[in-house]
């Protein structure tokens, strides 16, 4: 995993140990979610279907109880201890992720426990030339002190529309400007322009809710802290199809047209559990990308109980399954941390024997697709 990440005095490609934590935690949020060691239950950190609009073809929701999920945190202490990044504060115990919460607490002036989810999402909108992607936050926050958080001053002008007060500031983000909604019960939307007005919209019952399949999509996802759903339009799909079979070198074979994609992830049994399913097109799209794929996780050669530290990559692949039903393919992680980022850490020390562990038929197979 040093290798990965080159390592300097006091910052990794300008990004301090503390910046490079949150990065990971990021990563582990929009490919999955954990249960919470410290959580709030009387908070509501559901996610605001009801508040997404119907433009919208993706929507993620991420639950700020990942942070301190006592599987995450010890991922996270894990990497800490590893030579993957360097020290960026020698007053901070960087294994005590406790304490680089509680740091970040201080310097933000925000405590965790006063916000409790994110939801995103994105879509074409009416008009496919303007970004159109937004956020909602859920939180016990008013805006003084939103606005507040964090060293730059950004000016916002206050308005309002269809009753919702709205602040706008001039820097743009992905070329548009912002918008924040305040909707006075520490409830925010952030945003393009129409992005949130539709949310402020759909709020307020003046213009339709979420997709009825995107809905379906987002609810049949494993309950986590961490759950994600996307449509896909035929352009996308296809644009899916073809950067696998450029890119990926598997050709059209190994990437099927795909109707939807989701995601979710949580901790049992002090495991890491990351789901992905894929919605193909037909039931025979399925089986074709799972009866490709099913090889490539689970080898006949691969040993029934590798070690994450000699054999990483057969270690990795033994803690993945994949799955069809129906038109479906669901392709599973499972594994605990120490073992995970002891793997992480000998994939970049350990040579594999590719043709060992696939056989040169299997290698041929994929090269012969491409």
């Known amino acids: 995993m040093s290798r990965l990440l080159p390592t300097g005095p006091k910052t990794v490609f300008g990004l301090s140990r503390q910046h490079i934590a949150f990065v990971v935690l990021a990563v582990l949020a929009l490919s999955a979610g954990c249960t919470g060691l410290v959580e709030n239950d009387s908070a509501d950190d559901s996610a605001p279907l009801d508040s997404v609009p119907a433009e919208a073809d993706g929507v993620s929701h991420v639950k700020t109880a990942v942070l301190t999920d006592s599987v995450t945190e010890s991922v996270v202490?894990?990497?800490?201890?590893?030579?993957?990044?360097?020290?960026?504060?020698?007053?901070?115990?960087?294994?005590d992720w406790e304490e680089v919460i509680t740091e970040f607490?201080?310097?933000t002036d925000l405590s965790l426990d006063d916000v409790h989810s994110m939801t995103t999402f994105a879509g074409s909108g009416e008009d496919d030339e303007q970004e159109y992607a937004g956020a909602i936050l859920k939180t016990d926050l008013d805006w003084e002190t939103l606005s507040s958080v964090?060293?730059?001053e950004t000016e916002f002008e206050e308005d309002s529309y269809n009753g919702v007060t709205v602040y706008e500031t001039d820097e743009e983000t992905l070329d548009e400007s912002t918008l924040v909604a305040d909707f006075g019960d520490g409830t925010f939307a952030a945003g393009s322009e129409a992005a949130v007005k539709d949310v402020i919209d759909t709020r307020e019952g003046d213009a339709p809710g979420i997709d009825a399949e995107l809905r379906t999509l987002y609810e049949g996802t494993t309950d986590g802290y961490v759950r994600v759903a996307a449509t896909l339009s035929d352009k996308q799909s296809e644009m899916a199809s073809d950067i696998a079979a450029e890119e990926g070198g598997f050709g059209s074979l190994f990437a099927p047209d795909a109707q939807a994609v989701t995601m979710s992830y949580h901790t049992e049994d002090d495991q890491l559990?990351?789901?992905?399913?894929?919605?193909?097109?037909?039931?025979?799209?399925a089986e074709t990308f799972a009866g490709f794929t099913e090889p490539f996780i689970s080898p006949p050669s691969l040993?029934?109980?590798?070690?994450?530290?000699?054999q990483p990559i057969e270690w990795l692949l033994d803690s993945m399954t994949v799955d069809t039903e129906?038109?479906?393919?669901?392709?599973?992680?499972?594994?605990?941390?120490?073992?995970?980022?002891s793997a992480l850490e000998a994939t970049g020390e350990t040579e594999t024997d590719w043709s060992g562990l696939f056989g040169e038929g299997l290698i041929g197979q994929a090269e012969a697709a491409d």
């Open 303 to 310: 040993d029934e109980d590798p070690d994450p530290e000699e």
């Open 77 to 95: 202490s894990e990497v800490l201890e590893s030579d993957a990044v360097s020290d960026a504060d020698d007053d901070i115990d960087w294994e």
């Open 105 to 107: 607490e201080n310097e």
């Open 273 to 285: 559990n990351a789901e992905t399913d894929i919605v193909f097109n037909s039931s025979d799209g």
């Open 150 to 152: 964090g060293e730059d």
């Open 326 to 341: 129906d038109d479906r393919v669901t392709l599973a992680f499972r594994a605990g941390p120490e073992d995970l980022v």
